[in-house]
């Protein structure tokens, strides 16, 4: 099972999204760090992604090729992440045949309700939790 991480920024949200697949120790799964920009690429291949690519073409290309997509709410929105998202980007994340689990952590300038005072750690957790039910199901 292929799993791309995409994260913006400092990967911040990657990187922990990725130590918490890691955590699984499943030979099951194939994690690759897709970031906006360099550094958030590396910050997901230091966290133990197995390989990483950066940008908009990486980006859309791989959002055809993998089985789950993780990330920050904000990858599907033009332009945010300070226009790191571009609308190519966001229209290849969401309209991937991939399934999309998506953590409602960015600023976006989208809220969703009654989730604000989920923390991270719960956010991360139920991740987890997630990803484990979906390997067992295939």
Same mark, same amino acid.
């Given at each position: 099972?292929?799993?791309?991480?995409?994260?913006?920024?400092? #990967? #911040?949200?990657?990187?922990?999204?990725?130590?918490?697949?890691k955590s699984l120790n499943s030979n099951d799964i194939e994690i690759i760090a897709l970031g906006t920009n360099s550094q958030a690429? &590396?910050?997901?291949?230091?966290?133990? &992604?197995? =390989? #990483?690519?950066?940008?908009?073409?990486?980006?859309?290309?791989?959002?055809?090729?993998?089985?789950?997509?993780?990330?920050?709410?904000?990858?599907? &929105?033009?332009?945010?992440?300070?226009?790191?998202?571009?609308?190519?980007?966001?229209?290849?994340?969401?309209?991937?045949? &991939?399934? %999309?689990?998506?953590?409602?952590?960015? %600023?976006?300038?989208?809220?969703?309700? #009654?989730?604000?005072?989920?923390?991270?750690?719960?956010?991360?957790? =139920?991740?987890?939790?997630?990803?484990?039910?979906?390997?067992? =199901?295939?």
């Amino acid at each position: 099972m292929k799993i791309a991480v995409i994260d913006g920024m400092g #990967g #911040g949200i990657g990187s922990q999204a990725v130590e918490r697949l890691k955590s699984l120790n499943s030979n099951d799964i194939e994690i690759i760090a897709l970031g906006t920009n360099s550094q958030a690429t &590396a910050n997901m291949l230091k966290s133990g &992604a197995h =390989e #990483g690519a950066t940008g908009e073409n990486a980006i859309s290309w791989m959002c055809q090729k993998v089985d789950i997509i993780i990330g920050p709410l904000a990858i599907i &929105a033009a332009n945010s992440m300070m226009g790191e998202i571009s609308p190519k980007m966001s229209e290849a994340i969401a309209g991937s045949p &991939a399934k %999309k689990l998506l953590l409602p952590v960015s %600023k976006c300038n989208i809220e969703v309700i #009654g989730l604000e005072s989920l923390q991270f750690k719960t956010i991360f957790n =139920e991740l987890t939790v997630t990803i484990k039910r979906i390997i067992e =199901e295939k």
